[in-house]
C-alpha cells in the first residue's frame, strides 16, 4: 500500500473518531436503534425456519391442520417483526444523523469564520463550498448506511452460519463463510484500487466547480474582456480529467460488480449441490432444502448491497476526510486564554513601533508610531501600498504585528479578546460588499437586534431615505449577490448606515466618500462629522479636502511616517502633503470643479 494510501486510511479512522462524539450525544436512541436491529435480525433469520417447519409437515400426508398454521402463523409474524422493527430502528435513528449532520455543518461554518484573514483571502470559495456539501451528505450516508446496514448483515451472517453449522454438516457452513470471505476480500482489494480514481474525480470536481463560482462572481470582469470563451475553456479543461477519471472509475466498478456476481453465483450453487447430495442420501428433507435455499437468497441481497454500501463508505470517508481538515487548519490570530473584555467609551489608541509584512518578505509596515487621543481624529495619506488600509486591519486584529504593539488605553490588543475589540470599531470601507439580502437586512447587520426605527434613522443620517422610497420594494429590496445591484455609492451609502446603526467608540474612515457624488459628499460628510464628534477616528483618505479640520493628519510613505501635523501646519513646511495637495487642487481645478473657499468647505467639521 502506497504512503499516501496508508496516510488516506488514517485520516479516514480519524474521521470516524471525529464523529463518535457527534453520535453519542444521542445516546439513548443509538442504543435503543441497535436493540431494534439486533431483534428484527433475530426475527429475520427465524423467518426460514418457520418455512421449513410448515414445508415439512406439509409433505407429511396425516399432518393435522393446526401445525402448518402455528408455523405460517409464526412465519408471518416473524416477516412483520422485521419490517417493523427496521421501520422503528430507522425512525429513532433519523435524529441522530441529522443531528450528527447539522452539528458538523454547524462545526465546521463555525470555524472557518474563526480562521483569520489570510485563509480567506487564499481560498476558493467553490471548493471549500462543495467540500461542506459532500463532506456532510458522506456523514449521512455513513450513519445510515454502514450502521444498519454492514453491522446488520454481518450479524445475519453470524447467526446464519451459527444455524448451519448446529443442525447440518460443516460443509455448509465453510461453503457460506469461504462465499462471504471472498466477497468480502475481493470487494476490499477493488475497492481499494478504485478510490484512487475516486479522489481524483473529488479534487477535478472541486477544482472545476472553484472556477466555474469564480468566473460567476467575477461576471462582469468576464464580460469587459470578451472572456467568456477562455472561462468555458478553463472550465472545461477541467471537466475534461474530471471525464477521464470517472470513465476509469465506472470501469473499475464493472470490473468489482462481475467479480462479485461470480463469487455469488459460485457459492450458491456450491450450497445447492450439497443440499440435494443430502436430501438423495436422506439425511435431509425439502424443508431443509428450503431453508437452506432460503438463507443464502435471503444473505444474497444484503450482501450484493453491502458491497455497494462498503464502497459508498470509502468514497463517504474520502469526502468526509476532505471536511474535516478544514477543522484542522489552524487559526492564524487567536485570543490570549486570560484574554481581557474590553469596554471602554472614548479610548486612546496607539500604533507603537510597527513593523508588518503580509507574506514575511515585502514589508508594509516599518517601525510606525502614531497616537489618536480619545475622542480625537487622526487622518492617514499616502500613496497607494503605503500601508494605510494595513493599520485598520491590524487594529481589527485581523492579523497579528509582527515587532511593536497596538495598545488600546496602554493594553495591547493581543490581549483583549477579538470580540469585544471589534464590538468597539466600526468601519465605512472603501468597498463595500453586502450581502444577497435585503436593503434593510445589510444595513440591520451592524446591530441585529435594532429596532426598525433605528434602522430607518441610520439609513436616513447616511442620506438612503430618498433613493429607498423610489424603490418599488422599499428596504425589501433584494441588492443581489455582493450587492450588485446597487451603484458603487449606493453600495458605501449602505457602508456609512451600517456604522452609524453600530455606533460604536472608534470609527474608521476608508475612503469612506470615495464613490459619491459631490453634492452627497458634502451632506454625508456632515453625518460622519456628527458621528466621530467625541469618538476615536482613523481617516484614511485620499481626497484631502476630506481631513482638513483632522486633529492630526500623518503622511506615510513605505510604510513609514514622514510627516505629521495639523493641515496648515503641514501646507506651511511645504514638504510632501502640501505637493500633495496643491497637485489635487490642480485637479479640481481643471475638471471645472468648485475650487479653493469653495473646495475646502468639502471638509469634516468636527464637534
Given amino acids: 500500500m502506497l504512503a499516501s494510501e496508508q496516510d488516506e486510511n488514517r485520516a479516514g479512522r480519524s474521521a470516524l473518531w471525529m464523529l463518535f462524539p457527534l453520535i453519542w450525544r444521542f445516546k439513548g436512541r443509538v442504543l435503543l436503534a441497535m436493540a431494534c436491529m439486533m431483534l428484527g435480525k433475530a426475527a429475520a433469520v427465524s423467518v426460514p425456519l418457520y418455512l421449513k417447519d410448515a414445508v415439512d409437515r406439509l409433505s407429511m400426508p396425516a399432518t393435522a391442520l393446526v401445525v402448518p398454521v402455528l408455523a405460517l402463523t409464526g412465519y408471518g409474524l ?18 441522530v444523523i441529522q443531528g450528527a449532520v447539522r452539528q458538523a455543518a454547524l462545526d465546521v461554518f463555525r470555524h472557518l469564520l474563526r480562521l483569520s484573514l489570510r485563509f480567506h483571502l487564499e481560498r476558493q470559495t ?9 463532506g456532510t451528505k458522506g456523514i449521512g450516508f455513513l450513519l445510515n448506511f454502514a450502521v444498519f446496514n454492514i453491522l446488520p448483515t454481518l450479524l445475519e451472517i453470524g447467526m446464519v452460519t451459527a444455524i448451519l453449522l448446529q443442525r447440518y454438516a460443516w460443509a455448509f457452513a465453510a461453503v457460506t ?7 468480502i476480500v475481493y470487494t476490499l482489494l477493488v475497492t481499494e484500487w478504485r478510490s484512487g480514481y475516486r479522489r481524483r474525480m473529488n479534487e477535478l470536481d472541486s477544482q472545476a466547480n472553484a472556477k466555474a463560482i469564480d468566473a460567476l462572481l467575477n461576471y462582469e ?26 470513465i476509469k472509475n465506472q470501469v473499475a466498478l464493472s470490473l468489482l460488480n462481475a467479480g462479485q456476481a461470480a463469487i455469488i453465483a459460485c457459492g450458491i450453487s456450491w450450497i445447492m449441490v450439497l443440499a440435494a447430495q443430502g436430501v438423495v442420501a436422506g439425511s435431509m428433507t425439502v424443508g431443509d432444502v428450503v431453508l437452506v435455499a432460503t438463507f443464502i437468497t435471503q444473505l444474497y441481497g444484503p450482501l450484493t448491497f453491502l458491497g455497494f454500501v462498503y464502497r459508498e463508505v470509502k468514497h463517504a470517508l474520502i469526502d468526509i476526510e476532505r471536511m474535516f481538515k478544514l477543522l484542522g487548519v489552524r487559526a492564524e490570530v487567536m485570543d490570549a486564554p486570560d484574554a481581557q473584555a474590553l469596554s471602554a467609551s472614548c479610548p486612546a489608541v496607539r500604533f ?9 518578505q515585502r514589508p508594509i509596515l516599518s517601525g510606525l508610531s502614531l497616537e489618536i487621543p480619545g475622542g480625537k481624529t487622526l487622518a492617514v495619506v499616502g500613496p497607494s501600498g503605503a500601508g494605510k488600509s494595513t493599520l485598520s486591519r491590524l487594529l481589527f486584529r485581523f492579523y497579528d504585528v509582527g515587532q511593536g504593539a497596538i495598545l488600546i488605553d496602554g493594553v495591547d490588543i493581543r490581549g483583549l479578546s477579538q470580540d469585544t475589540l471589534r464590538a468597539h470599531i466600526g468601519i465605512v470601507p472603501q468597498e463595500a460588499v453586502l450581502f444577497n439580502d435585503s436593503l434593510y437586512h445589510n444595513i440591520a447587520y451592524a446591530k441585529p437586534g435594532a429596532c426598525r426605527e433605528e ?3 441610520a439609513a436616513t443620517a447616511a442620506h438612503l431615505r430618498d433613493f429607498v422610497a423610489a424603490l418599488p420594494d422599499g428596504f425589501d429590496t433584494q441588492v443581489g449577490e455582493r450587492g450588485l445591484k446597487l451603484s458603487g455609492g449606493e453600495k458605501q451609502r449602505v457602508a456609512i448606515a451600517r456604522a452609524l446603526l453600530k455606533n460604536p467608540p472608534i470609527l474608521i474612515f476608508d475612503e469612506a466618500t470615495s464613490s459619491l457624488d459631490s453634492r452627497t459628499e458634502q451632506a454625508i460628510q456632515r453625518a460622519l462629522a456628527e458621528a466621530s464628534a467625541n469618538r476615536t477616528t482613523l481617516i484614511i ?21 514622514v510627516e505629521r501635523g495639523r493641515h496648515a501646519d503641514l501646507l506651511a513646511q511645504g514638504g510632501r502633503y502640501a505637493e500633495m495637495w496643491r497637485l489635487q487642487r490642480a485637479d479640481v481645478e481643471t475638471a471645472g470643479a468648485p475650487t479653493d473657499k469653495a473646495w475646502q468647505s468639502w471638509t469634516v467639521v468636527q464637534g
Fill in 78 to 95: 416473524a416477516r412483520l417483526l422485521s419490517g417493523v422493527l427496521g421501520e422503528l430502528r430507522d425512525a429513532v435513528f433519523a435524529r
Fill in 541 to 561: 483618505a485620499h481626497r484631502l479636502s476630506t481631513i482638513v479640520d483632522a486633529d492630526e493628519i500623518a503622511v506615510l510613505d513605505e510604510g513609514r511616517v
Fill in 455 to 457: 434602522v430607518i434613522a
Fill in 177 to 183: 463463510l469461504a462465499t462471504m470471505a471472498s466477497y
Fill in 126 to 134: 467553490g471548493g471549500v463550498s462543495r467540500d461542506i456539501e459532500r
Fill in 221 to 246: 470582469t468576464v464580460k469587459y474582456f470578451g472572456n467568456e470563451a477562455h472561462e468555458a475553456a478553463r472550465y472545461d479543461r477541467n471537466l475534461a480529467a474530471w471525464e477521464a477519471s470517472a
Fill in 352 to 360: 507603537e513601533a510597527l513593523s508588518f509584512a503580509y507574506d514575511g
